[in-house]
């Protein structure tokens, strides 16, 4: 009897088709897309910072438009989606033992939306929003 | 007890007959309360002693039993025919080549199980009076990392270890981890070689399906980030603070 194994083959490209939870991942994946346009944009109003006070008022004029609004939107809803499912896995990458027991998930998962709302009130302070 | 008309529909593999796999439909009279393994018992012995599959304990503790029911790698003796109203798909565990029927070829994960020596390398030598002492907060620091069977569920979910054979994979790496985190083990160093490595935990891209389908609830996706965390630690103390102890 000689052994004659067979070898399914996966698809490379659309491998994340064949179960709900590989969509689920590969759409969080997707999100960075926005995050990383929205990057962009900041690049590129740095560059229109640095073209002089002309060009940074056509860059502000740009950012009212209603696609801009609607971008900015879905890119903030990408962003938030994507930093809140982040912060709920922390504390399987960071597990905290005190004594015998673990330190509740909630509490690492906790200090890091603390963190994130303390750079944020930061940034915004320095941005002068107060 | 009530009885129900269940129709399995099993992949089934000859490599001494077949080119390729192919479904074969079966339908048998089982009790409500039985799991998938029963009912593939009752085909084996009253409508086709040809088929084969691996099983031994039939209460989730040897992890023989693994493979694709729905397409969601499970044990066969805790998939309970009631959570399967229609015609049941039987596959042998995915991303493992197939032997033949529902019996699957564990060469590449028995190997990768040896490379990450899952056993105690003691940091000291014996305690010359008695055993190695550790207290109960050392021991819960990996008993969760204790309770993985060796099913392989965790490798038929991961897409990474579908699209990369090389992976170590989930359930290596976490008993990997289980050691290391162990007070009486000394052989991090040695198994950061495998472990640690492109092949190792940077292949995980924290996808949780491991965790997901996990029967033993061991949590592996936890323990590779927890590896990458300190295998990352490792890398900025060894170039940033060379004069500190590696």
Redesign the interface.
């Known amino acids: 009897m000689s052994r004659v194994p067979y070898v399914r083959t996966i698809p490379k490209v659309r491998w994340f088709l064949r179960h709900p939870r590989y969509i689920r991942y590969m759409t969080r994946e997707a999100t960075c897309l926005f995050i990383g346009a929205y990057t962009l944009l900041m690049v590129w109003g740095l560059r229109e910072l640095a073209n002089g006070p002309a060009a940074w008022q056509a860059f502000l004029e740009c950012l009212r438009s209603p696609a801009s609004i609607v971008f900015h939107v879905l890119a903030l809803a990408f962003a938030s989606y994507h930093s809140i499912t982040w912060f709920n896995l922390t504390p399987k990458a960071l597990p905290l033992q005190a004594g015998e027991s673990f330190v509740p998930d909630g509490v690492i998962s906790g200090a890091h939306y603390a963190g994130w709302a303390l750079l944020s009130l930061a940034i915004l302070f320095l941005a002068g929003a107060f | 007890m009530s009885e129900r008309q269940v129709e399995l529909e099993v992949l089934r593999?000859n490599?001494?007959t077949?080119k390729?796999?192919h479904f074969q439909r079966y339908s048998i009279a089982c009790r409500e309360e039985w799991v998938v393994l029963d009912a593939l018992n009752l085909v084996k012995e009253t409508v086709d002693p040809t088929l084969s599959y691996r099983w031994s304990c039939h209460m989730a503790v040897c992890g023989s039993c693994g493979m694709m029911i729905d397409?969601e790698p499970k044990l066969a003796c805790k998939a309970f025919l009631r959570d399967y109203p229609g015609v049941i798909r039987v596959e042998p565990l995915?991303?493992f080549?197939?032997?033949r029927d529902l019996v699957t070829?564990i060469d590449d994960f028995m190997a990768k199980l040896a490379r990450v020596k899952p056993y105690l390398i003691p940091k000291e030598p014996a305690p010359a009076n008695g055993e190695y002492r550790q207290t109960?907060?050392e021991l819960?620091?990996f008993k969760q990392f204790t309770m993985c069977i060796n099913c392989m569920l965790c490798y038929a979910a991961c897409?990474e270890y579908?699209?990369i054979p090389q992976f170590i994979g989930p359930a290596a790496i976490s008993l990997a981890h289980r050691y290391n985190q162990d007070s009486r083990d000394g052989g991090r160093a040695a198994r950061q070689e495998e472990i640690a490595a492109a092949e190792g935990v940077w292949e995980c891209?924290?996808?949780?399906?491991c965790?997901?389908v996990c029967p033993e609830h061991v949590?592996p996706?936890?323990a590779l980030?927890?590896v990458?965390?300190k295998s990352t630690v490792d890398w900025y103390q060894k170039h940033l603070m060379p004069w500190t102890k590696q």
């Open positions: 593999y490599p001494e077949d390729e796999p397409g995915a991303h080549p197939i032997e070829v109960p907060a819960k620091k897409p579908g699209l891209s924290f996808t949780g399906a965790s997901e949590d996706a936890a980030q927890q990458k965390i």
